[in-house]
């Protein structure tokens, strides 16, 4: 059989197979992974899905006595339209979601080429809207660009060009035709087109072939693998990341910002990797990496006493206090005490009605007593 024939062309170039082809052979993995955060944490919006998030009676959102922002289904879509004194003053379109939901989603209307940022995400904890965050407490604001950056994390690839604004200004243009969401076997994989040719004309051969093999990784390219999106956004990329593969060193692609430029405008969330190597388990082990508690083919979330039980793999005799033995069974949850949930301090949301803002705690990945 040829390939090349029942392979459909990938934008990322000649090296690529695409997730399709890969269902043939891993089928198991194929199925159970569409569902998985990686895999849906960017998604173009299906109105019925879209529609099925939310509850219909708490969808207007108030700034103040004069302005709103009512999410609203109309003939051709699902908006988001801005009102003052009761009258519309813009209305914008959902068009893609960010965010698989286990915490929130974030919300992009295209104009042109260009991406931009909803005024109200959907936040899991609250089941509720609320203002996006980084965004003016006090009015609807439509002008916050999405950039291709946020799709080097939550996305597979998409085509970027510059284009010069003025003599001092350079803006980002994004060809939506070439967006391949969520994170797909590839972007963690590396290309794959040799594997898939070479599996399919030897199908005898049980061992894997031209793809790397996470087992045989040092441990700094397994926490580069992970740590391409998992070390924040105050990295400055100099070069896109989308053609980072495994064993590739993220030196090559990222320098640390010092200027604080990139995370001023951005979000800065996801820093597990940076945090778990200020750890003492991290220290002081030579072996630990993300896959000692997460299999990325595999989900415990939530089941705090399985991931308990990869602590006991290291931790098998431990000096407690009385103080702290007498607080009950700590073999079910190690996790609560030593990682305990820490609110992000650059992101937060407000909610309608409250001039508090609401906290959006994350595990800290920094093991330790506290
Ligand atoms: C024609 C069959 C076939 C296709 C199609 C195929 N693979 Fe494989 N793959 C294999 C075989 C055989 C192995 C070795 C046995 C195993 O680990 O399942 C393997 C193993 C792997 C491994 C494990 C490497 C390791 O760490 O040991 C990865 C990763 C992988 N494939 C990725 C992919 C991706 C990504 C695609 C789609 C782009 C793909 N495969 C498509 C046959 C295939
Ligand atoms: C291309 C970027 C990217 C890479 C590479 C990546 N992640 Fe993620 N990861 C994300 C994003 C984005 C999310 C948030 C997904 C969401 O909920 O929308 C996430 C979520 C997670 C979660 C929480 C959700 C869950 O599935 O339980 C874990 C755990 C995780 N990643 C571990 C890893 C590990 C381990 C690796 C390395 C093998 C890795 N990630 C590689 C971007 C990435
Ligand atoms: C977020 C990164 C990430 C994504 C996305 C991803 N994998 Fe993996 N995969 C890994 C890592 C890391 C391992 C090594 C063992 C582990 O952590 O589970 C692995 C292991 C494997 C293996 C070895 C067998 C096994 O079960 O451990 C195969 C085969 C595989 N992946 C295929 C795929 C296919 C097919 C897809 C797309 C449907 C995919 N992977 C998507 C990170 C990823
Ligand atoms: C450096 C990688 C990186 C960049 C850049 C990035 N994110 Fe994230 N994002 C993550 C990771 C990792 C998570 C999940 C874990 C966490 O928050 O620590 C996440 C979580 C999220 C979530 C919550 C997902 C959920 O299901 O709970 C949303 C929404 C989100 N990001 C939107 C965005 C948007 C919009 C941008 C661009 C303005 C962006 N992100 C840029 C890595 C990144
Ligand atoms: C890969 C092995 C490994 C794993 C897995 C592991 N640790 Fe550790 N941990 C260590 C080592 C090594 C030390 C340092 C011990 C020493 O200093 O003697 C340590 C130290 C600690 C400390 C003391 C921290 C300090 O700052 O003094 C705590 C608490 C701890 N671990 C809790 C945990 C918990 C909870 C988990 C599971 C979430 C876990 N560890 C998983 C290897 C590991
Ligand atoms: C010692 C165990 C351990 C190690 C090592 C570890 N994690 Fe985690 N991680 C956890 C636990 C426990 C949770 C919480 C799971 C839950 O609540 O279901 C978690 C949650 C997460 C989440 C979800 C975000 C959140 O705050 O809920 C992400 C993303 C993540 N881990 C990524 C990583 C990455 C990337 C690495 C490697 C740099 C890593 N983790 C290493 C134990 C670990
Ligand atoms: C109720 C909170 C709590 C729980 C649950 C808990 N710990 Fe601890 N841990 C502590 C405190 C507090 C200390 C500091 C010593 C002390 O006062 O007991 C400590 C100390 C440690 C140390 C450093 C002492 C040493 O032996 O090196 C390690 C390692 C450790 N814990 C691992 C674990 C593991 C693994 C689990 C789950 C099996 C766990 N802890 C469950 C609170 C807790």
Same mark, same amino acid.
């Given at each position: 059989m040829n390939t090349d024939d029942v392979l459909p062309k990938d934008q990322?170039?000649?090296?690529y197979a695409g997730a399709k082809a890969c269902m043939k052979c891993h089928q198991d993995l194929s199925t159970s992974y569409a569902h998985s955060a990686h895999g849906s944490t960017s998604r173009p919006v299906v109105n019925a899905e879209l529609l099925a998030v939310f509850d219909r009676d708490s969808n207007t959102f108030h700034y103040d006595g004069q302005r709103k922002v009512i999410v609203e289904q109309r003939k051709n879509g699902i908006f988001q339209t801005a009102y003052l004194d009761g009258k519309q003053v813009r209305s914008e379109q959902f068009d893609i979601i960010f965010g698989s939901g286990e915490k929130a989603y974030t919300y992009g209307y295209w104009k042109g080429k260009k991406l931009y940022e909803l005024p109200l995400s959907y936040f899991s904890a609250i089941q509720n809207w609320a203002i @996006? =965050? +980084?965004? =003016? +407490?006090?009015n609807y604001y439509y002008e916050r660009g999405i950039t291709s950056r946020c799709f080097e994390c939550h996305g597979s690839y998409v085509e970027k060009k510059l284009t010069?604004? @003025? $003599?001092?200004s350079q803006e980002e243009e994004m060809e939506t035709g070439s967006i391949i969401y969520g994170i797909d076997c590839e972007r963690c994989h590396g290309p794959a087109k040799a594997h898939v040719v070479f599996h399919t004309e030897n199908p005898d051969e049980k061992s894997a072939k031209f793809? $790397?093999?996470? &087992? @045989? !990784?040092s441990r700094k390219q397994k926490m580069d693998a992970c740590g391409?999106?998992? @070390?924040?956004?105050t990295l400055m990329s100099q070069q896109s990341v989308f053609s980072f593969k495994p064993g590739d060193d993220l030196d090559d692609f990222y320098v640390q910002d010092f200027r604080g430029f990139g995370g001023a405008e951005l979000d800065v969330h996801g820093n597990q990797s940076t945090m778990l190597q200020s750890s003492a388990c991290y220290v002081k082990s030579s072996a630990m990496t993300c896959q000692s508690c997460h299999q990325t083919h595999e989900n415990i979330k939530g089941n705090l006493s399985a991931y308990s039980q990869k602590c006991m793999g290291c931790h098998q005799s431990i000096a407690h206090s009385k103080n702290t033995l007498s &607080?009950?069974? !700590?073999t079910a949850n190690c996790i609560d005490c030593h990682m305990p949930k820490v609110a992000s301090k650059l992101i937060s949301f407000k909610q309608a009605g409250r001039d508090q803002v609401s906290p959006y705690p994350l595990r800290s990945h920094r093991i330790a007593i506290y």
């Open positions: 990322r170039g000649e090296d @996006s =965050p +980084g965004f =003016p +407490g006090n010069q604004n @003025s $003599a001092f793809i $790397a093999v996470f &087992k @045989s !990784l391409v999106c998992h @070390s924040g956004n &607080k009950g069974m !700590l």
